[in-house]
């Protein structure tokens, strides 16, 4: 293994991407840090929908549940809305607003807002994470009016806005003959991470990772049930990623657990699951060996991409070399995928 600081820049034939997400109204290869434009998520055909209205005032915004969300919002329809979005952030026709939190002893309030000016939206995420449990919702909004337009439970939005941002970056930075996807971490939302990889490349397998092996076994089952491709459980996080061609890391783990020695030619990492100083999922050497590194919202990354401040502290990486994925998107930046 090479040390962190060390050896940092890969032999010129060999090429790597990241991709990190950047939360922010709600990532790729390199840290994950969000872009929240969920107003993307539901059009009008969507909201037309959604019966249950709240008398608010003037307005009736409507109410949409959990139950709703998941029953109606499908991975390659989150996919295209985000991809549209994302286009447009990079065509000056969207904002978004980095994440902001207020801290109290006992918990967090955690806001993010965003607007789609070409489509009349204009809204926010909020969610408070206390001892007790993490409450989502997101509010939206007539662009034109102010007026408000619905209500939403986002605990499932969250989910699979994070894993369609995943998709979007897989979908632009990936090989095209990428066939092997390596999971690494099993919780609630690594299930939209596999999902949206296979929505954008012809996945044959998958390997899972995460360090209790009860959860591992279970998403392995759960997954390949549910999208007809073998999903095995693997034992080390070197075992999962040994054949990938596309790696999600989506944990909550303080200290890297993806190294840079573990990486080969070719590799596309969407690292999601840090979104504080106080985490890291990719450690310095494995960023150095990134050809192209992207994320949601590089102003978010600032704040919060830990795998980037760092190796920009350590003078090995700039923020130059880290486009917005909006931009690839765009067609302001070149996407070809890695040979």
């Known amino acids: 293994m090479v040390a962190e600081g060390e050896g940092f820049e890969p032999p010129s034939h060999t090429r790597w991407d990241a991709v990190f997400k950047t939360a922010a109204f709600s990532h790729s290869a390199t840290p994950p840090h969000g872009l929240i434009l969920y107003p993307v998520s539901f059009d009008s055909g969507i909201l037309a929908l959604m019966t249950e209205r709240m008398p608010l005032g003037e307005s009736q915004p ?12 499908t991975m390659p329809y989150a996919i295209e809305a985000l991809e549209a979005a994302f286009r447009d952030w990079a065509h000056g026709r969207a904002t978004n607003q980095p994440r902001q939190r207020v801290h109290t002893p006992q918990g967090t309030l955690h806001l993010m807002g965003a607007a789609w ?26 662009a034109q009016t102010g007026e408000l337009l619905a209500l939403i439970e986002a ?39 596999l999902q949206a990889v296979c929505a954008v490349r012809s996945i044959q ?10 959860r591992r076994t279970a998403f392995a089952q759960q997954m390949g049930a549910q999208l007809g491709i073998p999903v095995q459980a693997a034992e080390s996080v070197e075992e999962a990623v040994a054949e ?9 783990a303080r200290d890297p657990i993806l190294t840079g020695a573990l990486l080969k030619p070719g590799m596309h990492i969407n690292a999601a699951g840090a979104n504080s100083l106080a985490r890291r999922e990719l450690d310095t050497f494995a960023v ?27 003078r090995k990486l700039s923020w130059e070399r880290v486009q917005p994925l909006s931009h690839i998107v765009g067609g302001i930046a070149a996407c070809t995928p890695v040979a």
């Not at 409507?62 to 919002?73: D, G, K, N, S, Y």
């Not at 000016?117 to 007539?142: D, N, Q």
């Not at 397998?205 to 009860?214: G, P």
């Open 205 to 214: 397998r998958a390997f899972v990772y995460s360090r209790t092996a009860e």
């Open 62 to 73: 409507m109410v949409i549940r959990e139950a709703q969300v998941r029953a109606t919002l």
């Open 244 to 252: 990938a061609d596309v790696i999600c890391t989506i944990t909550t």
């Open 155 to 193: 605990d499932w939005l969250g989910r699979i806005r994070t894993g369609a941002a995943s998709g979007v970056a897989t979908k632009y930075l990936a090989r095209e003959d990428a066939q092997t996807v390596a999971i690494l971490g099993a919780g609630e939302q690594a299930a939209t991470q």
């Open 117 to 142: 000016h070409s489509k009349g939206y204009i809204g926010y995420k909020a969610y408070f994470s206390f001892p007790t449990g993490t409450r989502f919702h997101v509010a939206l909004a007539s």
């Open 288 to 314: 150095g060996r990134c050809d192209r590194i992207a994320v949601d919202d590089p102003q978010q990354a600032r704040i919060e991409a830990a795998e980037l401040v760092v190796p920009i502290e350590l």
